[in-house]
């Protein structure tokens, strides 16, 4: 599963960005049953969890991530969706998206290359 993250972008602290997963060139049934996942790395930091969505649309959030970010999927286009709202200088890092599934008896753990979310106050 090859995975393109885009979104990313300079907004002011309270702004909003939507960022985007496209796992374009997948395999539909593979993307279908992956549980994919946004992390984010800020400098210095290590990579972080923010959010995931399962197969089935269950949805689990960092505690940062609660009330102000939504992971969504829309499989037809195999694309991931994070909306961020009410963004804080410390969402600024690098997000990057994630694929994990097994289908068939082939694992996937597939990576995008990151995109730069920069939030000023």
């Known amino acids: 599963v090859q995975l393109q993250a885009s979104g990313g972008g300079l907004v002011q602290a309270g702004g909003s960005l939507r960022l985007s997963c496209a796992a374009s060139r997948s395999i539909l049934s593979v993307f279908k049953s992956a549980t994919m996942h946004w992390y984010r790395q800020a400098p210095g930091k290590e990579r972080d969890l923010v959010a995931t969505i399962t197969s089935d649309g269950i949805t689990n959030y960092a505690d940062s991530a609660k009330g102000r970010f939504t992971i969504s999927r829309d499989n037809a286009k195999r694309t991931v969706y994070l909306e961020m709202g009410s963004l804080k200088p410390e969402d600024t890092a690098v997000y990057y998206c994630?694929?994990?599934?097994?289908?068939?008896?082939?694992?996937?753990?597939?990576w995008g290359q990151g995109t730069l979310v920069t939030v000023s106050s």
């Open positions: 994630n694929a994990k599934a097994l289908y068939g008896s082939r694992e996937y753990d597939s």
